[in-house]
Every structure is written in C-alpha cells, then in structure tokens.
C-alpha cells in the first residue's frame, strides 16, 4: 500500500514563505503524476501544482509565479515551495500521487494544514 506523508505546514504571516514536503513510499517516478491539492474550508478541493514524469509542470492560476513544485530524486520528496503567501492560501494541503498502471489509481495523503494570517 502506498503511503503518502505531508510535512511543513504551519503558521505564517501574508507575505512569508512556507516549504511543504510528500514523502512517499515507493519511488517517486514510479507513478505517473504527483502534485499537491488543498481544500479550504467550505470548499472543494483543488489542484494547486503537479508535475508529470516528463517534469511537465502545472498550476492553478491563482498560485502561478508564487508557487514552485519539483522532485527531489536523492529524498524521495516532492516540495511545494511557496512564496508571498496571501491569507486566500489557507487550507488543508494534501498530496497526490496518480499511477496509470495496472488501472489508473490516485493515492492520498492525509494532509497538512496551512494558515495564512496576521
């Protein structure tokens, strides 16, 4: 079973920088795509970045130019760097792992939460 573990959530001021950290498992290039969702309260979750084996990168347009995804081969991570946090930001991160092969299949992580706030 495929675990997916969030870290670096917390408590920032608009404007601050935060590093959200999944930890997977099993090799990060064994699936297809991986990214990073949140959900704020109220509403549904949404796709924030992911990045593809082929390093396609994609981001919700409200994060563009602040938010930066990446693979990290030598940990077995994907970050989320992200920068000039605004208070909209706030949710539960969660992190996504999708495997086309055997059948296609997406994997969850349990969450970390992020509250921007002065």
């Known amino acids: 079973q495929v675990q997916l573990v969030e870290s670096g959530g917390g408590l920032v001021q608009p404007g601050e920088s935060l590093r959200l950290s999944c930890a997977a498992s099993?090799?990060?290039?064994?699936?297809?795509?991986m990214g990073w969702y949140r959900q704020a309260p109220g509403k549904q979750r949404e796709l924030v970045a992911s990045?593809?084996?082929?390093?396609?990168?994609k981001y919700a347009d409200s994060v563009k130019g602040r938010f930066t995804i990446s693979r990290d081969s030598g940990k077995n991570t994907v970050p989320l760097q992200m920068n000039s946090l605004k208070p909209e930001d706030t949710a539960v991160y969660y992190c996504?792992?999708?495997?086309?092969?055997?059948?296609?299949?997406?994997?969850w992580g349990q969450g970390t939460q992020v509250t921007v706030s002065s």
């Open positions: 996504n792992a999708y495997s086309a092969s055997p059948r296609p299949y997406n994997y």
């Open positions: 099993e090799s990060i290039f064994r699936f297809n795509a």
């Open positions: 990045i593809t084996n082929g390093d396609i990168t």
